[in-house]
């Protein structure tokens, strides 16, 4: 229970970085991000084998952030687990600041590959995790995609791939918080059932509660177990989690608060944290 209780005391901070960066951006994506917070979380301190020290260690794992517009995430991320300043969120989007809009492969300390457009993140991901297979290399591939970006059909092209090549490397997570930038996702263009879709490239399913550490843990380490076959992890998860105005809301897709909205925000925030040092 103590270690579950500070991966979610290190989730509340990451969404606390995540709207920081945003408001100081006046732009940027931050209901996507803060869905995804608690898996950032469990894949950064908990699964992947990095070092912030060593960011381009020849057997680190890799991970991919398919729906590249979360980076606010992706960056807070990093920041809290020593790749950067934390107090660097504060430049997200600035012009000169190495934190881009999207994620930057070649700026950005911890990132091992650079997305933006949609459903080319997983074709990336998958690539690697062929080419950990060709050199006999042991590290494992994550790639992080959203509930609307799977509509692209990208995404199933490298799904078949992965599934063919029986890469069990390979950990695909969706977010699936059920909204995209126009509104629910199954009004836009329904990708349901995503489960199944997946199972029938040969994947290894898992459906969890994105926000419930113990089901995130279970998820990854089956993922670890399985063999023959690549892994998707469905994670259900609330759009702008956390911040009371943000969530199940498709209007925060891609919008920053203004300053009394931020003051909002964070007061959820330090609420919740301060729920979390009563447990």
Not at 27 to 45: E, K, M, N, Q, R
Not at 102 to 115: A, E
């Given at each position: 229970?103590?270690?579950?209780?500070?991966?979610?005391?290190?989730?509340?901070?990451?969404?606390?970085?995540?709207?920081?960066?945003?408001?100081?951006?006046?732009?940027?994506?931050?209901?996507?991000?803060?869905?995804?917070?608690?898996?950032?979380?469990?894949?950064?301190?908990?699964?992947?084998?990095?070092?912030?020290?060593?960011?381009?260690?020849?057997?680190?794992?890799?991970?991919?952030?398919s729906k590249g517009h979360t980076a606010p995430g992706y960056y807070a991320?990093?920041?809290?687990?020593?790749?950067?300043?934390?107090?660097?969120?504060?430049?997200?989007?600035?012009?000169?600041?190495?934190?881009?809009?999207?994620?930057?492969?070649?700026?950005?300390?911890?990132?091992?590959?650079?997305?933006g457009s949609l459903g080319q993140g997983i074709s990336a991901a998958v690539?690697?995790?062929?080419?950990?297979?060709?050199?006999?290399?042991?590290?494992?591939?994550?790639?992080?995609?959203?509930?609307?970006e799977i509509q692209e059909g990208q995404v199933w092209e490298a799904a078949?791939?992965?599934?063919?090549?029986?890469?069990?490397?390979?950990?695909?997570?969706?977010?699936?918080?059920?909204?995209?930038?126009?509104?629910?996702?199954?009004?836009?263009?329904?990708?349901?059932?995503?489960?199944?879709?997946?199972?029938?490239?040969?994947?290894?399913?898992?459906?969890?509660?994105?926000?419930?550490?113990?089901?995130?843990?279970?998820?990854?380490?089956?993922?670890?177990?399985?063999?023959?076959?690549?892994?998707?992890?469905?994670?259900?998860?609330?759009?702008?989690?956390?911040?009371?105005?943000?969530?199940?809301?498709?209007?925060?897709?891609?919008?920053?608060?203004?300053?009394?909205?931020?003051?909002?925000?964070?007061?959820?925030?330090?609420?919740?944290?301060?729920?979390?040092?009563?447990?």
């Open positions: 229970m103590a270690i579950k209780l500070e991966l979610m005391m290190i989730a509340n901070e990451i969404r606390k970085s995540i709207v920081t960066g945003v408001f100081h951006a006046k732009s940027g994506h931050p209901g996507g991000a803060l869905s995804a917070a608690d898996i950032y979380t469990y894949l950064f301190f908990g699964e992947m084998n990095i070092d912030p020290k060593n960011p381009k260690k020849a057997d680190r794992d890799r991970f991919v952030l991320t990093l920041a809290h687990r020593g790749f950067f300043p934390v107090e660097d969120m504060k430049t997200l989007r600035r012009v000169g600041s190495y934190l881009q809009g999207h994620p930057d492969m070649k700026h950005i300390p911890g990132v091992d590959m650079s997305s690539g690697m995790a062929i080419s950990a297979k060709l050199s006999n290399e042991d590290y494992r591939v994550y790639t992080l995609l959203g509930d609307g078949m791939l992965a599934g063919h090549r029986n890469l069990d490397n390979l950990v695909v997570i969706v977010d699936n918080n059920g909204l995209q930038i126009d509104g629910n996702i199954a009004d836009v263009c329904s990708p349901y059932p995503i489960d199944k879709k997946f199972e029938a490239f040969n994947f290894h399913v898992i459906n969890i509660d994105g926000h419930n550490f113990d089901e995130i843990e279970g998820a990854f380490k089956v993922a670890r177990a399985t063999k023959g076959q690549p892994t998707a992890i469905i994670a259900n998860t609330v759009k702008g989690k956390g911040v009371s105005f943000m969530e199940d809301k498709a209007s925060w897709h891609g919008a920053a608060p203004n300053a009394e909205q931020y003051a909002v925000a964070m007061q959820d925030l330090e609420e919740v944290g301060e729920a979390l040092c009563q447990m």
